[in-house]
T-cell receptor, first 114, second 114 residues
Framework: AQKVTQAQTEISVVEKEDVTLDCVYE???????LFWYKQPPSGELVFLIR??????QNEISGRYSWNFQKSTSSFNFTITASQVVDSAVYFC???????????FGKGTTLSVSS | ETGVTQSPTHLIKTRGQQVTLRCSSQ?????VSWYQQALGQGPQFIFQ???????GRGNFPPRFSGLQFPNYSSELNVNALELDDSALYLC?????????????FGQGTRLTVV
């Protein structure tokens, strides 16, 4: 069975702090894909990143960075110098080789105060 | 904006009634998936349609059914509504059904069952 665990339910930081959102996954597939999505109060899920199981290279995009470690089945997301606009619910998700159905974690609510 | 539109945005129904939710996928996308997101939870996969055929289903009872039309727009129908069906229903479209394809989400329909 596939499963995604986001152990942090809520995180509160002050602007300019760095924050890391944890994601641990379980799957028996050898080919799989990991995603992060952001959900602002409007409800729409906004795609942030996709990683396939064969690509363990870390990625940086502006203030965002992702650390994928197959050895620990983790795909963590770091926001550097957080801003108020980063406040949202962040979801980690997993999909297998066949089909595009996403298995989501329960999400982490990030609150950034000024 | 993702180009995926859902209607209506909000809906209130009485237990036992039936409801139809609609989704217009992004241009060129032939695959549509539906998700249910209960309050404080991650989205859960209901089913997926590829070229008008159901292409995968999550752990939802048969009273959840769907359709996809030749223009790839889609409907989600729920019969015999229960209080626990109250949730945000999200539609996502992808350009194909291959694994790892980025999904584009609509803003969702907030269904309240009273």
């Amino acid at each position: 069975a596939q499963k995604v665990t986001q152990a942090q339910t809520e995180i509160s930081v002050v602007e300019k702090e760095d924050v890391t959102l944890d994601c641990v996954y379980e799957t028996r597939d050898t080919t799989y894909y990991l995603f992060w999505y952001k959900q602002p109060p409007s409800g729409e899920l906004v795609f942030l990143i996709r990683r396939n199981s064969f690509d363990e290279q870390n990625e940086i995009s502006g203030r965002y960075s992702w650390n994928f470690q197959k050895s620990t089945s983790s795909f963590n997301f770091t926001i550097t110098a957080s801003q108020v606009v980063d406040s949202a619910v962040y979801f980690c998700a997993l999909s297998g080789r066949a089909g595009t159905a996403l298995i989501f974690g329960k999400g982490t609510t990030l609150s950034v105060s000024s | 904006e993702t180009g995926v539109t859902q209607s209506p945005t909000h809906l209130i129904k009485t237990r036992g009634q039936q409801v139809t939710l609609r989704c217009s996928s992004q241009s060129g996308h032939n695959t549509v998936s539906w998700y249910q997101q209960a309050l404080g939870q991650g989205p859960q996969f209901i089913f997926q349609y590829y070229r008008e055929e159901e292409n995968g289903r999550g752990n939802f009872p048969p009273r959840f059914s769907g359709l996809q039309f030749p223009n790839y727009s889609s409907e989600l129908n729920v019969n015999a509504l229960e209080l626990d069906d109250s949730a945000l229903y999200l539609c996502a479209s992808t350009p194909d059904r291959a694994g790892g394809t980025e999904a584009f989400f609509g803003q969702g329909t907030r269904l309240t069952v009273v």
